[in-house]
């Protein structure tokens, strides 16, 4: 059993071994893409098989439950989109394929060992394997300076990030004796040290800490920099997995080793979650580059997360798990239109240069008009269909001002995703947009998060029900 409970990572971290090794055998590097794909695609499998395992292993490190599996499943999902992606964006630049792809499948190892975590240590190992291979994959286009400045950028803040939440799980460990989510909880209430300032202070750095990764403000300062100098797939990457894998730790911690102490902590969550989703909207209006663009709105919907896990309970938290699967698909879809209009990977990124593209390129442009009404939020889209879940879930938790105050953002933002198709259909073309031929692989992404987009919208009860399904163990 305690080897079952870890298999799908086993699989995951030989296909990722065995990318080093082919690497260095073989002169058409592109066979590397797709040994990522089916190492994912065996992952998959075994993780699916995996869960007649339920239950905590390695002395309670690790458990199996519906809720990691729910997430794994979304992280496995959208790797295969952006596998297909890098597919198309590395076609030309095949240096350093083999390390590329090793290190994605080690990211998302990092994430799969995340959301399985029921010890603080587990969960800071995952965290630590998941962010030390998206900072390299940050700053993988050697010759960018950007791309260098990027990786260096969020390595820098990323470890006063991670000193916040380290420090944070000493504090915790400190006055309940324990770093196991469930002792933790007992502790807390056997001991009756709710009032207990090290304990709060050690929850308010843990805050902090998960805060970096999911954007919060105002601990998003690195986002857009990250984002802008990042490889378009990296930066897809980056803004739905790295974000679904903290969100998901976070909800298990607070909920699970902290229940006792939501009065505390739910506050400050309905502050940050206010001041995330304004500063991402407002600042994300004045931005020229789209990827800039994407990022601040990356930083909104964090903002629009939090409602959730504000409202809690039989509600609030799976509406916040079918957001974050709304969320994935149509952000990937955007930065899948980015990429295909880019010329040697990061060329026409300014929101000027999409304009008439509606016209010249229809299909691009017509997907590009899905993803962004999805993300500000119209029916039938997927994106309505997340945004009402989780405002009502606010609503009937109590938190109808929160809820104002979302629907407001959620109009705000309208502005600057209905830019980008104003641009694209109602203004004449300013720059002779040539993009390279699409692959096969670019062609498939795009179908797939289009196709997603709409399905998950118009008939969203199945993604709920999973949603609502996952979470026994945080009850």
Same mark, same amino acid.
């Given at each position: 059993?305690?080897?079952?409970?870890?298999?799908?990572?086993?699989?995951?971290?030989?296909?990722?071994?065995?990318?080093?090794?082919?690497?260095?055998?073989? /002169?058409? /590097?592109?066979?590397?893409? @797709?040994?990522?794909?089916?190492?994912?695609?065996?992952? $998959?499998?075994?993780?699916?098989?995996?869960?007649?395992?339920?239950? @905590?292993?390695?002395?309670?490190?690790?458990?199996?439950?519906?809720?990691?599996?729910?997430?794994?499943?979304?992280?496995?999902?959208?790797?295969?989109?952006?596998? +297909?992606?890098?597919?198309?964006?590395?076609? #030309?630049?095949?240096?350093?394929?083999?390390?590329?792809?090793? %290190?994605?499948?080690?990211?998302?190892?990092?994430?799969?060992?995340?959301?399985?975590?029921?010890?603080?240590?587990?969960?800071?190992?995952?965290?630590?394997?998941?962010?030390?291979?998206?900072?390299?994959?940050?700053?993988?286009?050697?010759?960018?300076? =950007?791309?260098?400045?990027?990786?260096?950028?969020?390595?820098? %803040?990323?470890?006063?990030?991670?000193?916040?939440?380290?420090?944070?799980?000493?504090?915790?460990?400190?006055?309940?004796?324990?770093?196991?989510?469930?002792?933790?909880?007992?502790?807390?209430?056997?001991?009756?040290?709710?009032?207990?300032?090290?304990?709060?202070?050690?929850?308010?750095?843990?805050?902090?800490?998960?805060?970096?990764?999911?954007?919060?403000?105002?601990?998003?300062?690195?986002?857009?920099?990250?984002?802008?100098?990042?490889?378009?797939?990296?930066?897809?990457?980056?803004?739905?997995?790295?974000?679904?894998?903290?969100?998901?730790?976070?909800?298990?911690?607070?909920?699970?080793?902290?229940?006792?102490?939501?009065?505390?902590? =739910?506050?400050?969550?309905?502050?940050?979650?206010?001041?995330?989703?304004?500063?991402?909207?407002?600042?994300?209006?004045?931005? #020229?580059?789209?990827?800039?663009?994407?990022?601040?709105?990356?930083?909104?919907?964090?903002?629009?997360?939090?409602?959730?896990?504000?409202?809690?309970?039989?509600?609030?938290?799976?509406?916040?798990?079918?957001?974050?699967?709304?969320?994935?698909?149509?952000?990937?879809?955007?930065?899948?239109?980015?990429?295909?209009?880019?010329?040697?990977?990061?060329?026409? %990124?300014?929101?000027?240069?999409?304009?008439?593209?509606?016209?010249?390129?229809?299909?691009?442009?017509?997907?590009?008009?899905?993803?962004?009404?999805?993300?500000?939020?119209?029916?039938?889209?997927?994106?309505?269909?997340?945004?009402?879940?989780?405002?009502?879930?606010?609503?009937? #938790?109590?938190?109808?001002?929160?809820?104002?105050?979302?629907?407001?953002?959620?109009?705000?933002?309208?502005?600057?995703? %209905?830019?980008?198709?104003?641009?694209?259909?109602?203004?004449?073309?300013?720059?002779?947009?040539?993009?390279?031929?699409?692959?096969?692989?670019?062609? $498939?992404?795009?179908?797939?998060?289009? +196709?997603?987009?709409?399905?998950?919208?118009?008939?969203?009860?199945?993604?709920? #029900?999973?949603?609502?399904?996952?979470?026994?163990?945080?009850?």
């Amino acid at each position: 059993m305690t080897v079952n409970t870890i298999l799908p990572e086993i699989v995951l971290t030989i296909a990722a071994l065995v990318i080093l090794l082919v690497d260095v055998w073989v /002169k058409k /590097k592109e066979i590397l893409g @797709y040994i990522a794909l089916l190492g994912t695609a065996a992952t $998959l499998i075994v993780a699916l098989q995996s869960l007649t395992d339920r239950g @905590y292993s390695f002395s309670g490190m690790i458990v199996n439950d519906e809720y990691g599996l729910f997430f794994q499943l979304l992280f496995l999902a959208a790797t295969f989109v952006v596998i +297909f992606m890098s597919m198309h964006y590395f076609r #030309e630049n095949t240096q350093m394929l083999g390390e590329y792809y090793s %290190l994605l499948l080690f990211a998302v190892l990092g994430m799969m060992f995340m959301v399985k975590a029921a010890d603080l240590v587990m969960v800071f190992m995952g965290i630590e394997t998941l962010s030390l291979a998206v900072y390299v994959l940050s700053g993988c286009l050697r010759d960018d300076r =950007r791309s260098g400045e990027a990786a260096l950028k969020y390595i820098l %803040l990323g470890a006063f990030a991670t000193a916040f939440l380290l420090f944070g799980i000493s504090l915790i460990f400190g006055v309940t004796g324990s770093t196991n989510l469930a002792a933790i909880a007992n502790a807390v209430a056997a001991k009756n040290i709710l009032g207990e300032p090290l304990l709060l202070l050690g929850m308010g750095l843990m805050l902090i800490g998960f805060g970096f990764k999911v954007s919060l403000v105002p601990f998003h300062m690195w986002t857009p920099d990250v984002y802008e100098g990042a490889p378009v797939p990296v930066t897809a990457f980056m803004a739905v997995g790295v974000k679904a894998a903290a969100l998901a730790v976070f909800l298990r911690v607070f909920l699970m080793a902290l229940p006792g102490l939501n009065d505390n902590w =739910r506050p400050l969550l309905i502050v940050l979650s206010v001041l995330t989703m304004t500063v991402g909207n407002l600042i994300a209006i004045s931005q #020229e580059n789209i990827k800039r663009m994407l990022a601040y709105s990356s930083i909104a919907h964090a903002g629009y997360l939090m409602i959730g896990m504000v409202a809690g309970g039989d509600s609030g938290v799976p509406s916040m798990l079918y957001y974050l699967v709304v969320y994935t698909f149509m952000n990937l879809g955007a930065f899948a239109v980015v990429m295909a209009l880019g010329q040697k990977g990061e060329d026409n %990124l300014e929101i000027n240069d999409y304009s008439g593209i509606g016209s010249r390129y229809p299909i691009l442009g017509f997907v590009m008009t899905v993803f962004m009404l999805s993300l500000a939020g119209i029916p039938p889209l997927s994106g309505f269909m997340g945004k009402f879940y989780l405002f009502s879930s606010a609503v009937k #938790e109590g938190y109808v001002g929160l809820a104002v105050v979302g629907v407001v953002n959620s109009l705000i933002s309208a502005y600057y995703y %209905l830019r980008v198709t104003v641009m694209m259909y109602m203004r004449p073309s300013e720059k002779d947009i040539a993009p390279a031929p699409m692959r096969w692989s670019l062609v $498939l992404a795009l179908v797939i998060t289009t +196709f997603l987009t709409f399905q998950i919208g118009l008939f969203p009860s199945f993604y709920l #029900e999973l949603a609502k399904n996952s979470i026994f163990f945080l009850k």
